[in-house]
């Protein structure tokens, strides 16, 4: 299973916000025993997401103000609520804004919208670590790029 679950994203505003689009295929694996005959997105995924995404806004919020390049890692749901399913064909927009930055944690609010309507929203929580690999790095910078490359980002990718 791919475990991207970002497609692209749409806006960045480093320090402020993210918003980026999840399409749920109908042929995406998950759908095949979550359930069969009544296939759900399941909430978790849902919650991935908006951390994938939302870990995306703090660190090129982080390197913004820094020349350390740091990961985000995922360390608290704060709360989670999920309004109604998301089901195969979906797009989901993902929004998460950022809420306040230390100097090695944030804290992301992230809203879930499908055709308008909301289907979730969470608080995480985040800590940006050092991380010794060249390799991570060079699949963060592979990955941001490929989500943001209509954007034409003014910053650099780190």
């Known amino acids: 299973m791919r475990f991207i679950l970002v497609d692209r994203v749409d806006a960045l505003t480093p320090g402020k916000d993210i918003a980026g689009v999840r399409s749920l295929s109908p042929d995406d694996e998950v759908f095949a025993d979550h359930f069969p005959d009544h296939p759900l997105y399941p909430g978790t995924l849902v919650v991935e997401a908006l951390a994938q995404l939302g870990g995306c806004l703090v660190e090129c919020s982080f390197h913004q103000n820094s ?17 109604a399913p998301c089901r195969p064909g979906d797009e989901l927009q993902l929004r998460c804004s950022l809420v306040s930055e230390l100097a090695g944690a944030a804290r992301v609010d992230g809203k879930v919208r499908v055709r308008d309507e909301p289907v979730a929203e969470a608080t995480l929580d985040f800590r940006l670590v050092s991380v010794d690999s060249e390799r991570l790095h060079e699949q963060r910078r592979d990955l941001y790029r490929t989500w943001m490359q209509q954007l034409n980002p003014t910053f650099a990718i780190r």
């Not at 020349?67 to 609520?81: D, F, G, P, S």
């Open 67 to 83: 020349m350390q390049t740091r990961r985000a890692v995922l360390m608290q749901i704060v709360r989670a609520k999920f309004h």
